[in-house]
């Protein structure tokens, strides 16, 4: 049992590291920086190729991997934190999930996604105390955590620089008042915190003997789990809550094996969020972050003539008929249906009621499982089977989000990842009934009314059935009542409060319909597969829906199909590895955020402007105005006004 303990809290202290950078991020620049476990991976695989390729000693490795992070640390500020100073923090956290995804996938493409071994150098030696063996680079990963979270705390305390980062944190704007260059320190925290997050990557491949480019987002996750748990933005709390996190999950390893891993992670964070969401140091009172209101409504919608709906209509309809497409195109075609209903859920969750869904991949799974446990022991027909998955991933949802309600900050944001990855963690879990990572096999076909889908054009032609009746409740939704309370709450949530809308109500309603329709999407990802495994409903999955829907549009249900067509359809014509798929989705999602926030199906501010122009000069001005108003995320200017008047 020592042993177990201790090894939970070597292991802890990787995520200690972690959390320590993330931790001094969000203190100075009030945002998660969800790269953070990227860099992790690349410290790592910097460290193996500096003793493995180069044979050079493990302190040349830890040296070359912080220059290198570091570096990084500097340009992700730049490019994916800096511009959005003072705007709405979901723009930078949607920034960093872009960069997480280019760096993890980027690195696979470099050094190959397989595991190798990773040589230290070291001596064999270990130390036998109390009955417990330690080895040298037990001791080394020990003693660097404690040593940097003492000198960090102390330049903190006594130094200029320290000074600065802590008024910086208390009060970015008054401190750049004062004469605190913030930009400057902002880009110091991010320099720190990524070395930090390389050197971790560094000491875990020695500790295990091992590394793999794949192990960066789940470091990352369990570094958010252990930053949360210790209180976000307090140094201490990171150490103290990686610890702990390396503890529980020892001690659950030992006795369920490694499956458990994932379900310790996501469930403490979620009971922390629940229960105490400032964690053990943290403060109580936590700034109130603008969700996505001002994110996905700045733009107009794109709205359609009842012809122009019906000629795609008819279009869509034209892989029915054999004959017309391959059977390739078909299925690409059934494809684009599921990820166009996966992110209609989007639709309702973020543009209508302008909540961030991080998570929506575990009501997908929670949909496909319900639907391939129905159809194959239950033996109930698909048509049935949908509408049940449906209702079951809705009722889940709802309950799982529930308590997440009360939160404000970064706090929802993090909780939706949560849900989601504790889902498809809790599936890997739960054998007896899922089947583990062996997953569900023999799944059988879709039928209506006894008939046996078999043929691409069958299941295309159900599938867009199902896609056009969830556009149709969305699109009611949208008109009704709730519609109009949702878009209350999107914009203006205290507002909507001070009018009588039950807010919380409201966002839960949201999340369930949202919920079901995912759910009626995993039911269609079961039938057309045949197969399932915890694997697809990994959180990439969730951002990859966060980048369709933002692509798109989350303003009309159509933008929805839109992203959809432009990131399923269009990649797959190239036929793309999916590693560089998913490079080029992060880079994507990092120039809406930077530059069309609002989505594609939306009409341009340029012919706003000229249409107003044209009416009235008048309105054109007041358009103008407004537009620099409600556009928060606008790429015109990215300088703070405290901070010009500061480096006069």
């Known amino acids: 049992m020592l042993d177990t303990l201790v090894a939970g809290l070597i292991n802890g202290n990787a995520y200690a590291l972690v959390a ?62 800096r511009p959005f100073a003072g705007r709405a923090p979901i723009a930078a956290v ?64 006594f130094t200029k620089l320290g ?31 990524s070395a930090l997050g390389g050197l971790a990557g560094v000491l875990v491949a020695a500790y295990f003997g091992t590394i793999a480019p794949t192990q960066g ?80 409504s700045q733009g107009r919608a794109i709205v359609m003539r009842w012809w122009q709906i019906a000629i795609l209509v008819v279009l869509a309809a034209l892989p029915i008929i054999p004959g017309i497409f391959s059977g390739y195109a078909t299925q690409v075609g059934i494809q684009v249906i599921a990820f166009s209903m996966i992110a209609l859920s989007m639709t309702v969750i973020g543009g209508a009621a302008g909540q961030l869904s991080l998570g929506q991949a575990g009501a997908v799974a929670i949909g496909a499982y319900a639907a391939a446990l129905l159809m194959k022991s239950a033996g109930l027909p698909f048509l049935v089977v949908v509408i049940l998955a449906g209702l079951i991933s809705a009722v889940l949802v709802s309950l799982l989000a529930a308590p997440s309600w009360r939160l ?3 706090y929802p944001a993090i909780a939706t990842l949560a849900t989601g990855a504790g889902i498809s963690a809790l599936i890997l879990f739960a054998e007896p009934l899922t089947g583990g990572g062996s997953g ?66 409201y966002k839960s309603l949201a999340f369930g319909v949202g919920g079901f329709i995912a759910g009626v999407a995993g039911a269609y990802w079961a039938g057309q597969y045949g197969y399932l495994e915890p694997r697809i409903f990994d959180p990439m999955l969730s951002f990859q829906i966060v980048t369709i829907a933002v692509l798109g549009s989350m303003l009309r249900p159509f933008g929805a199909i839109v992203g959809s067509v432009i990131l399923v359809g269009g990649l797959e014509v190239f036929r793309f590895s999916a590693e560089w798929r998913l490079v080029i989705y992060g880079v994507i999602l ?59």
């Open 20 to 81: 320590l950078g993330l931790s001094l991020v969000i203190g100075v620049a009030n945002v998660v920086n969800f790269a953070q476990g990227s860099l992790f991976a690349v410290g790592a695989m910097v460290g193996w190729w500096v003793t493995t390729t180069m044979g050079m000693p493990l302190w040349v490795a830890a040296l070359a991997a912080i220059v290198v992070t570091g570096a990084l640390g500097w340009v992700i500020n730049l490019v994916a934190v």
């Open 94 to 157: 949607l920034s960093t999930i872009a960069v997480m995804i280019i760096l993890d996938n980027l690195v696979q493409v470099v050094f190959g996604p397989q595991v190798r071994p990773f040589e230290t150098g070291l001596p064999d030696v270990r130390l036998q105390v109390g009955g417990i063996s330690i080895g040298l680079i037990d001791v080394i990963i020990l003693a660097t955590g404690i040593i940097l979270m003492v000198a960090l705390s102390l330049v903190l305390r």
């Open 163 to 193: 000074r600065a980062v802590r008024a910086t944190s208390q009060d970015r704007d008054a401190a750049a008042q004062m004469g605190v260059p913030v930009r400057r320190v902002q880009a110091v925290a991010f320099i720190v915190a």
């Open 217 to 296: 987002f789940q470091i990352g996750i369990a570094g958010i789990a252990a930053a949360t748990l210790g209180g976000l933005g307090s140094l201490l709390g990171a150490v103290v809550g990686g610890w702990i996190l390396g503890v529980l999950e020892a001690i659950g390893v030992s006795f369920w094996g490694d499956s458990v891993r994932q379900l310790i992670t996501f469930g403490a964070l979620l009971l922390v969020l629940w229960i105490r969401p400032e964690g053990i140091f943290g403060k109580k009172t936590v700034k109130r972050e603008p969700l996505t209101g001002t994110f996905f």
């Open 408 to 410: 404000s900050g970064h």
């Open 440 to 505: 569900i096999s023999l799944i059988p076909f879709m039928d209506v009314f006894g008939y046996e889908l078999t043929s691409t054009s069958e299941i295309y032609a159900i599938g867009l059935v199902l896609l056009l009746a969830l556009v149709l409740i969305v699109w009611r939704l949208g008109g009704s009542h709730i519609g109009r309370y949702w878009r209350a709450i999107r914009d203006d949530e205290v507002a909507a409060r001070s009018a009588g809308i039950a807010a919380p109500q």
């Open 590 to 648: 990092l120039l809406l955020v930077r530059f069309r926030p609002e989505g594609l199906w939306t009409v341009p501010r340029w012919l706003e402007r000229l249409r107003a122009r044209r009416s009235d000069p008048n309105a054109h001005v007041a358009a103008t105005a407004s537009s620099q108003t409600v556009g928060t995320l606008s790429a015109s200017d990215d300088t703070e006004p405290a901070e010009k008047g500061s480096e006069r």
